[in-house]
């Protein structure tokens, strides 16, 4: 083998690899010289760093492609030494879409920029599990925002250094109970030294309410710890007091439990004063409700919603809160008053919304829509019970709450759903309603409502709901009968000098001839876009008014007929009901879409 040609060989190699390293290097150098006469180029690096900011938040985005921020440092050598630059960039880091190499390096990157830090932990190992920990722990000392979901055992023990920049803190557990017990926020977690932490939440988890974590918070959310975490009301009312500075407070099966009447007593003997409070998020049974909100005065309070759980057949224990939620449903804080309400229930729930601004029921179309509405509410009154209330509880819970409640001001109404306000519900209430404009009513409510306005008022008097212009009936089957009923009743009221201005049927069932003849008494009528030419002989009986009805002809093609067979009937003969008479209590309220009118 000649070995002094293989030694030029390797020397020849050697020379054209410098040569190929000399010559990419001034390709590099012409590549920046170009990229530099682009318009882009020209903007300082603070601007650039700017920009790059809004691609790197991202990382909150759960659809978003967490790498593409990362392929950004790929464009050129400007932008990658900018973003090299600027640690802040870095700092918002999502764990469960890197692995531990690329955390460990973008974390290099963060340097001490405050931390944003997010991890879903969903079937981790134990090696990557404990890598997170030593991650978070080397780091915790600035780390702004710290969030942990998923299924996880720890407390977080480990951390026991202080985090003196920690403003938020998320901790939720969805592990199931019966897997794994609730993880327990140790009293040392940060060494009890967090002084910048205004955002706790925690679902799923278990926390003493004499943490030192648990002052100057200006953001608490407890949600479902267990049974054995819920404090005692002295120890409740002592975390409250070093809150001075809450604005949001969310608590679900958090609050101190009434073990029994004697807690519920009309005057507390200690209550707890929130002065920055404007927004009250609570649910738990209806006396640990009572309990909670007969301790604490909330000045500043404009939202609040509360979802009490029965557990009386009778609804006794709801009728205890309703007192405390009507205190707190208006303040002189508030800059309206209530003007709209709605009022949905049945044999299983009673719920109430208002709002300070007219017409918020609007855009309420079902019970989802009205879910979405409840965000801006003033408030949000759900009572639920597991089984059935006996029949009427629900009114009577209705009852009770609008006679609390300051409703003077009210321009609004809607009652949806199957509870049957009767019409004594209504008279008691109408002389509070004298602002009462616009009322939208489901089939339920319609007859009962339509009975209190055809009724003639006291001698001297005023009269019902003298505002009222605008009547929404909603889903109702309009028979011949019920047409000429309410014919009356719109005649009625336009004699009495407070006429209807407009009458909307556009979701009802009528006939043409229904809407003509209600047209001649209100001038605006909103008829169904198809009104119908066929179908239930009740529809179409028009034989010259209600006088020419027998006593059973009206049973039979109003009170009772909608079409169809009769849901409710047992045998018994039409002649022993009332004409009057409540016939819907002895069926289910979802079966027939029609009530009575």
């Known amino acids: 083998m000649d070995t002094s040609s293989a030694e030029d060989r390797d020397r020849l190699r050697q020379a054209i690899d410098h040569e190929i390293t000399v010559l990419e290097d001034i390709l590099r150098s012409s590549k920046r010289r170009r990229n530099a006469l682009v318009p882009i180029s020209r903007l300082p690096p603070e601007i650039l760093a700017m920009i790059f900011s809004f691609l790197s938040s991202s990382a909150f985005d759960e659809d978003a492609d967490y790498l593409k921020w990362l392929h950004a440092t790929h464009v050129c050598h400007q932008w990658r030494e900018t973003a090299l630059s600027y640690p802040h960039l870095w700092s918002f880091i999502k764990f469960a879409k890197l692995q531990p190499a690329g955390i460990a390096e973008i974390l290099a990157r963060a340097k001490m920029a405050p931390l944003h830090l997010e991890a879903k932990i969903n079937h981790w190992g134990k090696a990557r599990f404990e890598a997170f920990e030593r991650q978070l722990k080397a780091h915790i000392s600035h780390t702004l925002h710290l969030s942990i979901s998923g299924e996880f055992e720890t407390g977080l023990e480990q951390l026991i250094s202080p985090a003196p920049v920690l403003e938020v803190l998320s901790l939720s557990n969805i592990s199931q109970p019966f897997e794994f017990p609730p993880p327990v926020i ?239 519900f209504w008279l008691r209430h109408s002389p509070r309603l004298a602002m009462l404009k616009r009322v ?65 049927l556009h979701t009802c069932i009528a006939s043409e001839r229904a809407v003509q003849l209600l047209a001649e008494v209100v001038g605006d009528v909103k008829g169904p876009a198809e009104t119908q030419e066929s179908g239930d002989p009740a529809l179409f009986d028009w034989r010259g008014g209600v006088t020419f009805f027998s006593e059973e002809e009206e049973r039979t093609y109003d009170d009772e007929y909608d079409g169809g067979p009769l849901p409710w009937y047992d045998g018994r003969d039409f002649e022993e009901e009332e004409e009057d008479g409540d016939v819907w209590d002895d069926y289910d309220d979802d079966s027939d879409p029609y009530d009575e009118l």
Not at 255 to 266: E, G, K
Not at 443 to 454: C, D, E, G, I, N
Not at 465 to 480: K, R
Request: glycine fraction near 4%; charge should be negative.
């Open 186 to 424: 140790p009293d040392a977690l940060f060494d009890g030294i967090a002084p910048k932490l205004a955002n706790l939440e925690l679902s799923g988890c278990n926390i003493s309410w004499k943490s030192p974590l648990l002052k100057g918070l200006q953001t608490l959310q407890i949600l479902g710890p267990s049974e054995e975490a819920r404090p005692t009301l002295e120890d409740w009312l002592d975390a409250l007091n070093e809150m001075s500075q809450l604005k949001t407070l969310t608590l679900h099966s958090s609050t101190p439990v009434a073990f029994d009447d004697n807690m519920l007593i009309s005057e507390p003997l200690r209550t707890v004063t929130l002065p920055s409070l404007t927004r009250f998020n609570i649910s738990a049974s209806a006396k640990d409700c009572a309990l909670a909100l007969a301790h604490i005065m909330l000045p500043a309070l404009n939202c609040l919603h509360v979802a009490a759980k029965s557990h009386e057949w009778d609804g006794e224990d709801v009728r205890l809160v309703i007192p405390h939620i009507a205190r707190n449903a208006y303040g002189p804080q508030d800059t309206a008053p209530l003007q709209t309400i709605v009022l949905s229930g049945g044999r299983t729930h009673a719920e109430i919304f208002a709002w300070s601004v007219p017409d918020a029921d609007d855009k309420v179309l079902d019970s989802i829509t009205l879910l979405r509405m409840a965000v801006s509410a003033r408030l949000v009154f759900s009572a639920t019970t597991n089984g059935s209330w006996r029949d009427g509880t629900d009114t009577e819970i209705f009852d009770g709450m609008v006679a609390h409640l300051p409703i003077n001001n009210i321009s609004s109404l809607l009652a949806q759903n199957h509870t049957p306000f009767g019409k004594e």
């Open 440 to 504: 939208r009513l489901v089939h339920t409510s319609v007859k009962p409502f339509r009975q209190m306005l055809a009724e003639d008022a006291p001698p001297g008097g005023p009269l019902r709901l003298p505002s009222l212009t605008n009547l929404i009936l909603d889903n109702v089957l309009l028979t011949a009968l019920r047409t000429y009923r309410l014919r009356d009743m719109l005649t009625k009221r336009k004699e009495q000098g407070a006429p209807l201005e407009t009458l909307d």
